[in-house]
Structures are given as structure tokens and as C-alpha cells.
């Protein structure tokens, strides 16, 4: 499935009437560059994340279509991260080698290397050994930034093993 427009425009219509104007600008000033905030906290985004895909019942495979539409179109920081709630779904609910394609390709956008990161850390809750596998394989596209994140919750020698690969540097 792709998105449909009226479900983007759906989840932005969502976004806009639960931000808050207080929260927009602290979001603004916490980060070191300029972005467009709407003031919706994380724990809303996602649960409108999960009341879309209750709703309307969408598999793990309509989550990441909606996730991709959702960030080819992102202008707001709470619309990526709506997306990626989109694929903590998925990921919690199914998890195959094309999640992992899907990860190399989002590597090639470095707006997106954090969250890439912060997928790979969910991921690894569940998926472990392929995350690390990912990783050690596209450690070279990688951010730093991005394999801290991914690293987070794995043991400690395993995080020094993987920090002791070499990462692109921002």
C-alpha cells in the first residue's frame, strides 16, 4: 500500500490540532539548527501512530509505507517523528531482511541519521544479531551519532567492539 494523500493530510490535520505553541518553541530552541516544530510531545505522536494503525488496521508493511510518504513530504520535526513511530510498529511486529534494506536506504539521507539510529536501538531490542550484523556491514555510512544511538542497549563490550569500527564522521 502507499499512503494515501488523504491519510497524510489525515495525520498532519492530527499533528496541527494537538500542538502547542509554548511547546513549538522550546522544541525550536533545544535544537542547535533551525527547524519547524508544531509543539506535539513524543508520547502523542505516538499515540496518534498507534490510533492510526488500530483504526484503520494496517499492517507492518502499510506502516512503513505510510512512514516513507510521511517523511518524503516532511516539513515539521513532529511529522518525522510520526513516521517513525510508524516503524517502531512495524518493528515490534514484524521484522525481516527488507526492514534492514529500508535502514540502508534512509542511511543515504543524513536528516534522517539519528532516527535511523533510534530504529536500530528498538530493532536490537528484539533483532539483536541482525542489528549488529547491519551494522557492522554499513558501519563505513554511518554517522557517529547514528551507531551511538544504535549501540545504546547493547552490553558494554559489545558497544566498545562496535565503537571500535570506524564511522563516517558528520
Request: proline share 4%.
Amino acid at each position: 500500500m502507499r499512503a494515501t494523500p488523504a491519510v497524510i493530510d489525515e495525520l498532519r490535520s492530527t499533528l496541527k490540532s494537538r500542538s502547542d505553541p509554548r511547546l513549538a518553541e522550546a522544541t525550536r530552541r533545544y535544537f542547535p539548527t533551525d527547524i519547524r516544530a508544531l509543539g506535539v510531545g513524543n508520547a502523542e505522536v505516538r499515540r496518534i501512530a498507534d490510533a492510526l494503525v488500530k483504526q484503520r488496521g494496517l499492517s507492518p508493511e502499510d506502516c512503513l509505507a505510510v512512514t516513507e510518504d510521511l517523511l518524503a513530504q516532511a516539513t515539521h520535526h513532529e511529522e518525522v517523528l510520526l513516521g517513525f513511530a510508524m516503524v517502531r510498529k512495524a518493528v515490534g511486529r514484524a521484522f525481516d531482511e527488507s526492514l534492514l534494506d529500508r535502514f540502508r536506504y534512509w542511511l543515504e539521507h543524513t536528516d534522517v541519521q539519528k532516527s535511523v539510529g533510534w530504529l536500530l536501538k528498538v530493532a536490537a531490542d528484539h533483532h539483536r544479531e541482525a542489528v549488529v550484523g547491519f551494522i557492522q556491514e554499513n558501519i563505513s555510512r554511518m554517522q557517529r551519532d547514528t551507531l551511538r544511538y544504535a549501540i545504546e542497549r547493547l552490553a558494554p563490550e559489545q558497544r566498545k567492539a562496535l565503537l571500535a569500527l570506524k564511522p563516517k564522521m558528520p
